[in-house]
């Protein structure tokens, strides 16, 4: 089992250019998670999807948007992105929404000029 | 709104020395407390996880210790390790309130050998 997966691992970006990046797990779990990670500031939740078909803002949305593509895969895209959003993104996913452990990608690095 | 509270930021401790990070959180409906490990260029990933009907939870040379009346809980590392340098970070949920994971904002610790 690969786990999490997350492509691409770096991006560099300039001001107003769009992007996606793509989440895929193989643990047949419910959850799935989008979070950015800034020094000093923890993990934030971006988005989030409770479970195939459902999706729902985190503590950070603005600026993204997220695909529940299957029960396997979920997106997040930046429209037009911006230097605020350079950050390193975390896919992750869980059983279960409750309580359960998460289990995380290994990351996205994305710098926006 | 940070509604769980780390401390330090960052930890330096002799190899044999035991390792301790507090934590502390505002959300009485929060009901599930794990701590989650990171190494560098890596997901975190989950260590060790707690629930509030017990006050100690102990997994080899790792421990959490929770007060609900004082809403804190933290995290002992024994015997700390070389290999245990990290950043670690806490985190709180709710079952009933359907609220993902909120993070603390991380400790980065060095173990010396």
């Known amino acids: 089992n690969a786990g999490v997966t997350q492509t691409p691992k770096f991006q560099v970006l300039k001001t107003g250019q769009s992007m996606t990046l793509q989440c895929a797990q193989d643990m047949n779990h419910n959850s799935m998670y989008w979070y950015r990670q800034d020094p000093g500031m923890g993990l934030r939740l971006i988005y989030y999807?409770?479970?195939?078909?459902?999706?729902d803002k985190g503590e950070v949305p603005n600026g993204y948007n997220v695909s529940r593509l299957n029960k396997r895969e979920f997106s997040l895209r930046l429209e037009s992105a911006a230097p605020s959003q350079t950050s390193v993104y975390f896919c992750a996913s869980s059983v279960t929404f409750k309580g359960n452990e998460q289990f995380f990608g290994p990351g996205t690095r994305l710098t926006v000029l | 709104q940070q509604q769980v509270k780390q401390s330090p930021q960052s930890l330096i401790v002799q190899k044999g020395g035991i390792s301790i990070i507090n934590c502390a959180y505002e959300?009485?409906?929060?009901?599930?407390f794990p701590w989650y490990q990171q190494f560098p260029g890596k997901g975190p990933a989950l260590l060790i996880a707690i629930r509030p009907d017990v006050s100690e939870k102990k997994e080899g040379r790792f421990t959490i210790s929770f007060n609900k009346s004082a809403k804190q809980f933290s995290l002992h590392i024994m015997d700390s390790q070389p290999g245990d340098s990290a950043t670690y970070f806490c985190?709180?949920?709710?079952?009933?309130?359907?609220?993902?994971?909120?993070f603390g904002s991380g400790t980065r610790l060095q173990v010396q050998p």
């Open positions: 959300n009485t409906a929060f009901d599930y």
């Open positions: 999807s409770a479970s195939e078909g459902t999706t």
């Open positions: 985190a709180a949920s709710s079952d009933t309130g359907r609220r993902a994971l909120t």
